[in-house]
């Protein structure tokens, strides 16, 4: 569900931002346009499914099953994210 969501706010950014600059119209797509696609796939990824990914399945389910206290979650959360987002 959510790939599909994504490649279709991807598309309306890709053909905003290639209309607003160039005056190219959509019938074919561009060299411009396919690396302005994967660009926009990758910040997508990076800074929206990344995140929320890691902070409610990848850091804390680990975490639970090696026996941590649910209240330290949180902090566990906080120290990890950072570094797993420049990595």
């Known amino acids: 569900a959510f790939f599909s969501e994504a490649t279709v706010h991807g598309e309306t950014l890709v053909q905003q931002v290639a209309s607003s600059t160039s005056g190219l119209g959509i019938e074919e797509e561009t060299m411009e346009q396919r690396l302005l696609r994967t660009f ?3 910040l997508l990824e990076q800074f929206l499914v990344c ?3 890691y902070s409610t399945w ?3 389910i680990p975490a639970l099953l090696r026996g941590t206290p649910l209240s330290q979650i949180p902090r566990q959360i906080q120290s990890k ?3 797993l987002l420049v990595a």
């Open 40 to 42: 926009i796939s990758i």
């Open 58 to 60: 990848d850091i804390p």
């Open 81 to 83: 994210i950072g570094p």
């Open 51 to 53: 995140p929320i990914f």
